[in-house]
């Protein structure tokens, strides 16, 4: 009786996308949005920052922050949605971090699909692109809302873009992408000039921590070896 050989194939996902974050990852909003929550505090009841609440909001994550601060879920929200509106006044003076581009054009040249994952909306993103000659490095831009729920945002974006979650790797600066992407079991690079300081971020112990855009290329050559 003649045997047949059976060859048997490990499959493994091919890390395909390059997810980021957009405010505080690839564009510098940071003094920006502080700037337009002093201004619109009083509206909502609440007062203006002092230098020391932005240590402690770096250092913080947001839902201790919430605690710490007395502001209820509902508030912040209406106040991010407040800031995202006006902050589109703004777009055309917005630059990203230094470095940022030439990281992103080396990343692109390896092959790799490039995605922006925000809550930030989707034109203020588009138009930033194109004002600073970015648009051309990205496959697409997902906008969606989720105060501490960014896994969910993920989950849509992973349905709506057909993307398998082992195939991506995520880029963002707050400890809230970090625990989402635990969620969702993808790879984080956690960046340390954006939100939060690199203590918190080192805390909770992300894939890899990139210091300078031109680290983010190292810590996917780490993930992917």
Not at 10 to 24: A, P, Q
Not at 141 to 167: C, E, Q, T, W
């Amino acid at each position: 009786m003649k045997i047949q050989k059976m060859t048997y194939f490990c499959i493994v996902k091919r890390i395909r996308y390059i997810l980021f974050d957009f405010d505080g990852t690839l564009a510098d909003t940071f003094d920006l949005s502080f700037a337009l929550y002093d201004r619109i505090a009083g509206e909502y009841g609440c007062e203006p920052l002092k230098q020391e609440d932005r240590q402690i909001i770096a250092a913080g994550r947001p839902q201790d922050l919430l605690r710490k601060y007395n502001m209820s879920a509902h508030k912040l929200g209406q106040i991010t949605l407040r800031i995202r509106k006006e902050i589109h006044d703004h777009v055309p003076h917005m630059k990203p971090f230094e470095g940022m581009k030439e990281a992103l054009t080396a990343i692109k040249e390896k092959g790799y699909r490039l995605g922006i994952i925000t809550s930030n909306a989707r034109p203020n993103v588009l138009l930033f692109l194109e004002n600073n000659g970015m648009d051309n490095l990205f496959d697409f831009v997902y906008s969606g809302r989720s105060l501490f729920g960014k896994d969910k945002v993920f989950k849509r974006m992973f349905a709506k873009k057909n993307i398998h979650p082992a195939s991506a790797i995520y880029v963002g600066d707050e400890t809230r992408d970090i625990e989402a992407c635990r969620k969702v079991g993808i790879p984080i690079v956690s960046v340390t000039w954006g939100m939060n300081n690199r203590e918190i971020l080192s805390s909770l112990h992300p894939d890899q921590m990139a210091h300078t855009p031109q680290e983010i290329i190292r810590c996917i050559e780490n993930i992917t070896l």
